[in-house]
């Protein structure tokens, strides 16, 4: 069973920078693709910032220019820098991991871990 465990919430105000961390349970390279996603109060989950196996990445408009992910495959960790955070960043933020199996899919999530904007 893999574990995702996301760390580095925190409560911090407008303007400052945060950086999570997940940690994976096994190599990440054996992932196809990583990412980070967000769900705000009375909002869906969405989908922020994504890594694949060969370093390539996306990130939605939302995000972009501000957020950055990256990983360190040694340490089995995927990593999102979070700066000029806003208020409306608020929310509880996830780790998933994607990997196949053949024509099996496999998807993995975090617990999450809380980040809060505020003045």
């Known amino acids: 069973q893999v574990q995702l465990v996301e760390s580095g919430g925190s409560l911090v105000q407008p303007g400052e920078s945060l950086r999570l961390s997940c940690q994976a349970s096994?190599?990440?390279?054996?992932?196809?693709?990583m990412g980070w996603h967000r769900q705000g109060p009375g909002k869906e989950r969405e989908l922020i910032a994504s890594i694949t196996r060969d370093g390539r990445t996306n990130y939605a408009n939302s995000v972009k220019g501000r957020f950055t992910i990256s990983r360190d495959n040694g340490k089995n960790t995927v990593y999102l820098q979070m700066n000029s955070l806003r208020l409306d960043d608020t929310a509880v933020y996830y780790c998933?991991?994607?990997?196949?199996?053949?024509?099996?899919?496999?998807?993995?999530w975090g617990q999450g871990t809380q980040v809060t904007v505020s003045s």
């Open positions: 096994r190599n990440i390279f054996s992932f196809t693709s």
């Open positions: 998933n991991a994607f990997s196949f199996v053949g024509v099996q899919a496999y998807e993995y």
